[in-house]
């Protein structure tokens, strides 16, 4: 299957720092990527809808401002979450779709 | 809005046995596809079994099946033969079709497989 991959796989940060994942699909190209975010116990959580080239769409509730989002080609996605605060502490999830979702490894955030 | 239930939070099974794990939907789309993913302890999800609803045939991926009822929206995932490591989180999913369709996720199943 399609393989994907997220860096870094853990970040512990300071309060009010800024925090890149990337996500890339390594043996495909995906137009659309999406970042979910998964508390302990629960399910996946859409958080937004990457595109490539245009501005990602992003679920009701979730700050545009707090989640910056870029597409910028066919194989990576970024996420930033800027000004992290503690309770930004979470697992997040991109996926890419080929002929269905293919899931990264996950990025677990820490902010102290 | 599409809606995925699954109400199994946990369930329990011993090695080599076979469990049952259930799913049901509710959508207006004829055309879609349902998903079972796992996510084992390493919290990767891995697809398992995928389904198109406009075939009949149930999905079958080695020891895994499924039982995919359209007309009742139950999609129910059939591990037989169950290994220790089938244990995981199992969540069921639902995606109607275009290439930027989202998932809808249930709230998963936990499976422990013991000896």
């Known amino acids: 299957g399609a393989v994907v991959s997220q860096h870094p796989s853990r970040v512990i940060c300071k309060s009010g720092t800024s925090v890149k994942i990337e996500c890339r699909s390594l043996d495909f190209q995906a137009t659309t990527m999406f970042w979910y975010r998964q508390f302990p116990k629960q399910s996946l959580m859409l958080m937004a809808t990457s595109n490539e080239g245009s501005k990602a769409t992003y679920e009701q509730g979730v700050e545009k401002d707090k989640f910056l989002i870029n597409h910028a080609s066919l194989t990576l996605s970024t996420l930033t979450v800027t000004s992290a605060h503690p309770e930004d502490s979470s697992f997040y999830i991109c996926s890419a779709r080929a002929e269905t979702q293919y899931f990264g490894p996950g990025t677990r955030l820490l902010v102290l | 809005a599409q809606t995925v239930t699954q109400s199994q939070p946990e369930m329990s099974v011993q090695e080599a046995e076979t469990v049952t794990l259930s799913c049901t939907y509710d959508t207006s789309e004829n055309n879609y596809y349902l998903f079972w993913y796992k996510q084992p302890p390493s919290r990767q999800m891995i697809l398992v079994i995928r389904?198109?609803?406009?075939?009949?045939q149930n999905a079958t991926e080695n020891r895994f099946s499924v039982n995919f009822q359209k007309a009742a929206k139950s999609f129910s995932l059939k591990i037989s033969d169950s290994q220790l490591g089938d244990t995981a989180m199992y969540f069921c999913?639902?995606?109607?079709?275009?290439?930027?369709?989202?998932?809808?996720f249930g709230t998963g199943t936990r499976l422990q497989v013991t000896l």
């Open positions: 389904q198109e609803a406009y075939k009949q």
């Open positions: 999913a639902f995606m109607p079709p275009g290439t930027a369709s989202k998932l809808t």
